[in-house]
């Protein structure tokens, strides 16, 4: 990665061209990176296909190589790891790139090892994220854990299966808990379990592998200790959110695109809102087709743990919302704040106010186009998506955080009709500088 080349880059987009034809999903970046991790607790070699080609996995990876692992990518999606000869637990802040993800260190390494020194993470800023839930589990293991110079240090002569019961169903704690009891003597019971599909996804990989794991996918996860896990070969599922963002394109643009390579019902809150939203959504076995609706109705939203609507499309359909008719609701419950993108959206026209957690969002609002700055991930989703609907030319700048979770998205939007590039800075002086980050 090339952190400091990525915050030179921008995007360019010229707006107002509706989105037609279909566009291919990768692997989904939250399964990646935590089946990555995974692989630790494997006494052998494990070959994981269908892996997006984005920052985050790149980091992880150089993060494991760093470790003495052996890592080949046998092409652009498929990754071969050998843990065998893992030469150290402890992981120096310069080892890390800033991935909130990087947590699943602690877990896996803490089951395979019993021991594990990793920095606090890093991530995605939208409010003050603690990790008490993944240490109140590593506790209840029989681990002792301490925080000190900025880094989670863990140890434990053993770790015996228990129950554990999640404050608040946490997607980090509920697959950190259950990497560092794929080992533990005995049961571990998760309580509160979180539900989301990558939670599925990491169980279903170290159960390939040997793991015991019954209940990912509902609220009561009950990992039986094995001896060991046996290398395998296994494929990522399609990516819920980067589905999501390219629905919204299509209802945003007036366009009209088929999803392909996606799994329907991790889609259907979202169906359902665009559909309440007069959109015509179809759905078959590995596709969704968005028809734009026009024009499109005001709707609320909620953010939930899935089934509910994920707090991860939040800034992308809030978006959708500001040309829709009418007065929208949008309330998240998930992060603090998670507004941050709406002062950036703002340049470009739209009209939202912020109480609270809840943001009042006033349609139709004329998008034009404007230079802005991705705040984080789903936030330079969101302005790509306005920057699309817009009039006249957007710059956004910030790439680093799209880079770390969309895959080929400059082409995968030009297929798909969008006038988008990637500039590296060289043509600034055709574009007014409004705002410096
Ligand atoms: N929380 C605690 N204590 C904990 C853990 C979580 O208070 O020990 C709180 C958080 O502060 C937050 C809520 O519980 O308010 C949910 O946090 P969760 O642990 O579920 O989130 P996460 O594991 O940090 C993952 C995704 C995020 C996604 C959230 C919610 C990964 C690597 N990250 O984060 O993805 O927003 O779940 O679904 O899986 C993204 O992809 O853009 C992204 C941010």
């Not at 005995?186 to 793991?211: S, W």
């Not at 770390?404 to 002086?429: F, P, Q």
Request: include cysteine.
């Amino acid at each position: 990665m090339n952190k400091g080349r990525v915050i030179l880059e921008h995007f360019i987009i010229n707006g107002n061209k509706p989105l037609k034809g279909k566009v291919q999903i990768s692997g989904a970046k939250n399964a990646a990176v935590a089946v990555i991790p995974a692989a630790l607790l494997v006494d052998g070699v494990c070959i994981l296909e269908n892996l997006p080609c984005i920052e985050d996995v790149q980091s992880y990876v150089s993060v494991l190589r760093s470790m003495g692992v052996v890592c080949e990518f046998l092409d652009e999606s498929t990754l071969q790891i050998d843990a065998s000869k893992v030469c150290t637990t402890n992981i120096s802040p310069e080892q890390l790139k800033d991935m909130r993800a990087s947590y699943y260190l602690i877990g896996a390494l803490l089951g395979r090892y019993k021991k594990a020194n990793v920095p606090m993470p890093g991530g995605c800023n939208f409010g003050v994220r603690p990790i008490d839930q993944h240490i109140k589990g590593f506790e209840s293991l029989g681990a002792k854990v301490v925080i000190e110079h900025g880094a989670v240090t863990a140890h434990a002569d053993k770790l015996l299966g228990t129950q554990i019961f999640l404050d608040m169903a946490s997607v980090g704690a509920t697959i950190n808990i259950m990497m560092a009891a794929v080992f533990a003597e005995g049961i571990t019971t998760i309580e509160n379990a979180a539900k989301e599909p990558h939670i599925v996804d990491c169980a279903n990989f170290l159960n390939m592998c040997g793991a015991k794991i019954k209940g990912a996918g509902t609220d009561v996860i009950r990992i039986t200790g094995v001896e060991k896990l046996e290398g395998k070969r296994y494929s990522i599922i399609p990516d819920q959110i980067e589905t999501g963002t390219y629905m919204i394109a299509a209802a945003i643009t007036g366009g009209d695109v088929k999803v392909c390579n996606v799994i329907p019902k991790h889609m259907e809150s979202l169906t359902a809102k665009l559909q309440e939203m007069g959109c015509t959504v179809i759905a078959q076995e590995d596709w969704i087709k968005v028809k734009a609706a026009n024009p499109l109705t005001a709707a609320n939203i909620k953010t939930l743990y899935y089934p509910g609507f994920p707090t991860d499309l939040q800034p992308q359909i809030t978006t959708l919302l500001t040309q829709a008719e009418g007065v929208s609701y949008v309330n998240e419950t998930v992060f603090d704040t998670r507004f941050q993108y709406v002062d950036q959206l703002t340049r470009l026209g739209a009209k939202i106010t912020l109480e609270g957690r809840m943001a009042v969002v006033e349609g139709t609002s004329r998008l034009t186009g404007a230079d802005v700055v991705a705040t984080d991930l789903r936030a330079g989703a969101a302005l790509m998506l306005a920057a699309l609907a817009a009039e006249g030319t957007t710059k956004i700048s910030n790439l680093y955080y799209i880079d770390r979770g969309y895959e080929k998205i400059v082409e995968k939007l030009t297929a798909l009709g969008a006038d988008v590039r990637r500039s590296n800075g060289e043509d600034e002086s055709q574009i007014p500088m409004l705002y410096e980050a």
